[in-house]
């Protein structure tokens, strides 16, 4: 096992994302193990939003990292994975850390987010005119996180349907940063289709024993169906990404 009884100030794992990907439900089965205890709550987005803070006060979100005890710790920011900055802080601070990432069909974690939007951030316009008016809603916040290390971007954190989902950008720089062996790729419409065998490849990757979990999913939206005109737009739009992301991974996911 990669973790022992010596006592530890960082956590082992982090599920980087992607944002509506499965990730409350992946953490909260995974916290039901003996062995892997909860941070103080799922995300914590130190490495994103509070990195100004010092990183005793992140190792204090971990309360098990005070014991002697065998067991693992970790938590689950999905806004990791996209902040340009957050990917090097890991590398810096927790460089033996494994990251977990669950992969969605880009069309319908886009759409999941917008309703997610609408819900809880007072998202007004229609999903098409919000994905239409994204390209101007996030002109030059990229550029201000390079500029002040520190900014904070609402548009860019929020309102990225798409550019959320063009992973393989976002995948290159994480391996560029990790081994390979310390990155585990996920497929949501697979990973929630048969979970137990799921849970059996995330345990073997974090070298625990296997549990029997109960799982349930979590953070399941309702909301009504996509105009097939916009899904097919959105095919269209994703698919050379998606084609990318294939040839750089070496597999294809069934995402229609």
Same mark, same amino acid.
């Given at each position: 096992m990669f973790w022992s009884k010596k006592k530890k100030k960082m956590p082992d794992f982090l599920i980087i994302g992607a944002q509506k990907s499965g990730t409350t439900s992946l953490y909260n089965y995974l916290i039901q193990h003996p062995n892997i205890y909860a941070a103080i709550q799922k995300e914590i987005h130190y490495f994103d939003s509070k990195f100004d803070k010092p990183k005793e006060w992140y190792g204090e979100c971990f309360p098990s990292l005070k014991t002697d005890e065998e067991h693992i710790t970790g938590e689950a920011t999905p806004y990791?994975?996209?902040?340009?900055?957050?990917? @090097?802080?890991?590398?810096k601070m927790i460089p033996k850390s494994k990251i977990i990432i669950l992969l969605r069909n880009p069309i319908d974690r886009a759409f999941s987010h917008y309703h997610h939007?609408?819900?809880?951030?007072?998202?007004?316009?229609?999903?098409?005119?919000? @994905?239409?008016k994204e390209s101007e809603r996030l002109r030059g916040e990229l550029e201000k996180f390079y500029e002040n290390p520190y900014y904070h971007s609402y548009n860019y954190q929020h309102f990225s349907y798409l550019k959320r989902g063009i992973y393989v950008d976002q995948l290159e720089v994480w391996y560029s940063l990790f081994p390979r062996k310390q990155i585990?790729?996920?497929?949501?419409?697979?990973?929630?289709?048969?979970?137990?065998? +799921?849970?059996?490849?995330?345990? *073997?990757?974090?070298?625990? +024993?296997?549990? +029997?979990? *109960?799982c349930k999913p979590l953070n399941v939206g309702k909301y009504t169906k996509m105009a097939p005109e916009t899904r097919v737009g959105l095919r269209a739009y994703f698919e050379p990404h998606n084609q990318r992301l294939y040839r750089y991974l070496g597999r294809t996911y069934n995402w229609k």
């Open positions: 990791y994975i996209f902040h340009p900055l957050a990917p @090097i802080r890991i590398k939007a609408v819900r809880n951030l007072g998202e007004t316009m229609t999903f098409e005119n919000a @994905i239409e585990l790729v996920l497929e949501y419409e697979n990973f929630f289709g048969d979970l137990p065998a +799921s849970m059996g490849i995330v345990c *073997e990757f974090l070298e625990v +024993s296997m549990h +029997s979990f *109960e």
